[in-house]
Structures are given as structure tokens and as C-alpha cells.
């Protein structure tokens, strides 16, 4: 690249992070909510959001917590009323994901059967005024950071967790087509929630039900499954592409890795899922397949 492209691509860069910081460090440092991009991506939120009315799901939002800066979050949702709320009565300090121990949480949260405290009752007690009821969570953990995914209804009756389960591949699909939308919404990933006093959401006395790596694999091995292992990170990359037809060379370029490098991760993958072919995985996938990690 000649020199003078290269000093004008940085120059733009710095451009980009200073014009950035002069305008979302005005929510970050001034109380005043409305500052936050959550509340002109509305639009489009509402637009990526609006086949989940199909399902009679009609609240959704995304928190991102990085790996490296657990007490910073990210988020947006299509609800702005009930996110001033929620930042003006610092409801992300007992949020999931400001739980200390959010790590070692379950992939999903039934919000409805946890034995919630103080002002983690208060905010559930809260968002249900806001027809964000029956509240169901996708955790979704990686090396980098963890997402939380959350459903909620304006129904009353919880038989929508019927739903949820039942049709937890349709779920896992709105979260691929989230993803793949995300770029409308870049703006409310720059502009992060200081969690200041971080803490637990539930009972210290109450822990949610886990087997070890050993207790999963022994199980497996009892019904005559063997050389049993999770997914690796790469792999958990690999399932979104997997499950939208794309081929081993298609991924290989997604990812610029060797095409065989992709076609060994993909074979891996079907030993995992116990599939013959990758056909037979692609149809465990879409009717939501899942390992036991």
C-alpha cells in the first residue's frame, strides 16, 4: 500500500474513535439514558425483532459481557421504556450477567422459578409492568466474551416455556439471523454499562443443578456412546454455517482457513452428533439438536 494511503487509512481511524468517543462518553458519564444508541436503533431493532411476534414472543435483548472486561456490558433490546427503567434503577448491577459467578451458569434461565432477592425481585416485578413477562435466557458462552440472549411475552400464562422448549430451534435461529443483522445495531456495542456494584441475582443458598464433565461423560458411556468430548470453540463457530447448507469450502473461506482444515472440523462435529453424514447432521441441527455440554 503506497505511504500516503496508509497515513490516510489511519487518519480515518483515528477520525472513527474520537468522533465515537465524543458521542457515546456523553452516556457514559452523564446519567442522562436517553444518550444511548438503543433509543435511535429502535427502527431497525424493531425490524430484525418482528418475527418473533409469530411466536408471541414480543420483547427481546442482547447483553455481550467481554472475557477480558466482565464488568462491562453491552446491550440492546426493543424495549426502550423498560431499558430507562432498568438503567435508572441500576438494574444491571443484578442482572445475570453481573452475577460474579455468571460464568458457571446454565445455558438457559428459566426466569419464573428462580428464588430471586431484593432488587433482582424488583426488576423482574418490574419488567412484567412492562409486558416483559415469562422471561427465558440463551447463554452462550466463548472464549472472548458471553452473550445473553433474552425472550420475554406480553402473555400471562407461562405455557409459553412450552414454547420455549419445544421449539428451542426456532429460538437458536432467530439468534443466527440476529447475528447476521447486528452490523444495523454496531453503535449500542460501543457504547458500554459500568456495572458499579456488581452482584449476585439469586439466593447465596440456592445453586442451579450441574454435572461435571465426568458425570456427563459416564452417563453417555452408559448408553454405549464413546469417545465422548464438547465442542471447541471453533466448532461452535463452525454449527451456525453448518446449519444454513454451507459447504466445507464455504467456511474454509468464511473463517480463511484450508478447505481440509474445515472439512476435518466438520467431521468432527458429526462424530459428536453421532451423525452419518453431514446431512443427517444438518437435520439434528435445524430440528435442534444438542450435545450434552
Known amino acids: 500500500m503506497p505511504l500516503f494511503l496508509a497515513i490516510a487509512?489511519?487518519?480515518?481511524t483515528i477520525y472513527v474513535t474520537i468522533t465515537t468517543y465524543k458521542k457515546y462518553m456523553p452516556f457514559m458519564s452523564n446519567p442522562s439514558i436517553e444518550k444511548h444508541p438503543l433509543f435511535f436503533l429502535q427502527e431497525p431493532m424493531s425490524k430484525i425483532c418482528n418475527p418473533l411476534r409469530q411466536l408471541n414472543i414480543s420483547t427481546f435483548a442482547h447483553v455481550r459481557v467481554d472475557s477480558k472486561n466482565p464488568g462491562i456490558a453491552f446491550s440492546i433490546g426493543?424495549?426502550?421504556?423498560?431499558?430507562?427503567?432498568?438503567?435508572?434503577?441500576?438494574?444491571?448491577?443484578?442482572?445475570v450477567f453481573a452475577d460474579p459467578n455468571h460464568v458457571h451458569l446454565p445455558n438457559c434461565i428459566l426466569w419464573d422459578l428462580l428464588d430471586l432477592k431484593g432488587k433482582a425481585y424488583e426488576m423482574v416485578k418490574d419488567a412484567s409492568d412492562f409486558d416483559y413477562k415469562h422471561i427465558f435466557t440463551i447463554i452462550k458462552k466463548s472464549?472472548?466474551?458471553?452473550?445473553?440472549?433474552?425472550?420475554?411475552?406480553?402473555?400471562?400464562?407461562?405455557?409459553?416455556?412450552?414454547?420455549?422448549?419445544?421449539?428451542?430451534?426456532l429460538l437458536e435461529s432467530f439468534i443466527d439471523y440476529f447475528h447476521h443483522n447486528i452490523g444495523l445495531l454496531e453503535p449500542a456495542y460501543q457504547a458500554p454499562i459500568i456495572l458499579t456494584q456488581p452482584s449476585?441475582?439469586?439466593?447465596?443458598?440456592?445453586?442451579?443443578?450441574?454435572?461435571s464433565s465426568y458425570e456427563k461423560t459416564a452417563y453417555l458411556r452408559a448408553l454405549g456412546h464413546k469417545n465422548i468430548s464438547p465442542l471447541t470453540a471453533r466448532e461452535q463457530f463452525y454449527i451456525p454455517l453448518i446449519r444454513q447448507g454451507f459447504t466445507a469450502k464455504e467456511i474454509a473461506k468464511h473463517f480463511d482457513v484450508a478447505p481440509r482444515t474445515a472439512e476435518e472440523c466438520i467431521k468432527n462435529i458429526q462424530r459428536k452428533f453421532f451423525a452419518t453424514h453431514k446431512a443427517d447432521l444438518i437435520r439434528k441441527l435445524m430440528s435442534g439438536g444438542k450435545l450434552t455440554e
Open 9 to 12: 487509512a489511519n487518519l480515518y
Open 143 to 169: 472464549k472472548d466474551h458471553t452473550d445473553y440472549y433474552n425472550f420475554g411475552t406480553h402473555l400471562n400464562s407461562p405455557s409459553i416455556y412450552q414454547l420455549y422448549f419445544n421449539q428451542f430451534h
Open 78 to 95: 426493543n424495549r426502550p421504556n423498560f431499558f430507562k427503567n432498568y438503567m435508572e434503577k441500576s438494574y444491571f448491577n443484578v442482572d
Open 200 to 211: 449476585s441475582f439469586i439466593e447465596e443458598t440456592e445453586d442451579f443443578p450441574q454435572l
